[in-house]
Antibody, heavy 117, light 111 residues
Framework: EVQLVETGGGLIQPGGSLRLSCAAS????????MSWVRQAPGRGLEWVSV???????YYADSVKGRFNISRDNSKNTLHLQMNSLRADDTAVYYC???????????WGQGTLVTVSS | QSALTQPASVSGSPGQSITISCTGT?????????VSWYQQHPGKAPKLMIY???NRPSGVSNRFSGSKSDNTASLTISGLQAEDEADYYC???????????FGTGTKVTVL
């Protein structure tokens, strides 16, 4: 069974850094496209970042230069390093597996990141 | 990359059919058959309902169907049921640097 479990969320001050992790089971992260999607309180879904099997990465303009997506193949885990955090980064962050035909077929339960002083 | 445009809300009575539109451009919805739809109940993770414009994953009711015409994709829910009350989001591949873009979301209310 495919399962994605996010950890690392919490309360962080503006300008701070946070690292989210997503432990995958039932499949290999290195053999799949993996992504982070976020949802601000009461708002819609926003694509944050994606990493392809070959390692190519893409980012939303709103996080480019501040966030970095990576994976640890040995631990079958996806990461999102978030730097220079701002109040508008406050959201539930979902880990997601992306099918090669460009749709999300599995979602984690989400982890809440709150950026506030 | 701006979000794809969806109506903020759509409502219907049990048993009726409703359609949610998702309007983009030739750089996303109109240019590729990589449109997917997600259902999200409050406090829950999204759930895939349609992929590749009109394909249903295993386990999704055949009351849900998708289509596309030019730059607009649509999700139709037939035989509306109380459990269909949720938020729905479309998503498309895009040629922009973002690679993927979601719709603005539609709240479906069952009257």
């Amino acid at each position: 069974e495919v399962q994605l479990v996010e950890t690392g969320g919490g309360l962080i001050q503006p300008g701070g850094s946070l690292r989210l992790s997503c432990a995958a089971s039932g499949f290999s992260v290195r053999s799949n496209y993996m992504s982070w999607v976020r949802q601000a309180p009461g708002r819609g879904l926003e694509w944050v970042s994606v990493i392809y099997t070959g390692g190519t990465t893409y980012y939303a303009d709103s996080v480019k230069g501040r966030f970095n997506i990576s994976r640890d193949n040995s631990k079958n885990t996806l990461h999102l390093q978030m730097n220079s955090l701002r109040a508008d980064d406050t959201a539930v962050y979902y880990c997601a597996r992306v099918d090669y035909s460009d749709y999300v077929d599995s979602w984690g339960q989400g982890t809440l990141v709150t950026v506030s002083s | 990359q701006s979000a794809l445009t969806q109506p903020a809300s759509v409502s219907g009575s049990p048993g009726q059919s409703i359609t949610i539109s998702c309007t983009g451009t030739s750089s996303d919805v109109g240019g590729y058959n990589y449109v997917s739809w997600y259902q999200q109940h409050p406090g829950k993770a999204p759930k895939l309902m349609i992929y590749g414009v009109n394909n249903r994953p295993s386990g999704v009711s055949n009351r849900f169907s998708g289509s596309k015409s030019d730059n607009t994709a649509s999700l139709t829910i037939s035989g509306l049921q109380a459990e269909d009350e949720a938020d729905y989001y479309c998503n498309s591949y895009t040629t922009s640097s973002t690679l993927y873009v979601f719709g603005t979301g539609t709240k479906v209310t069952v009257l």
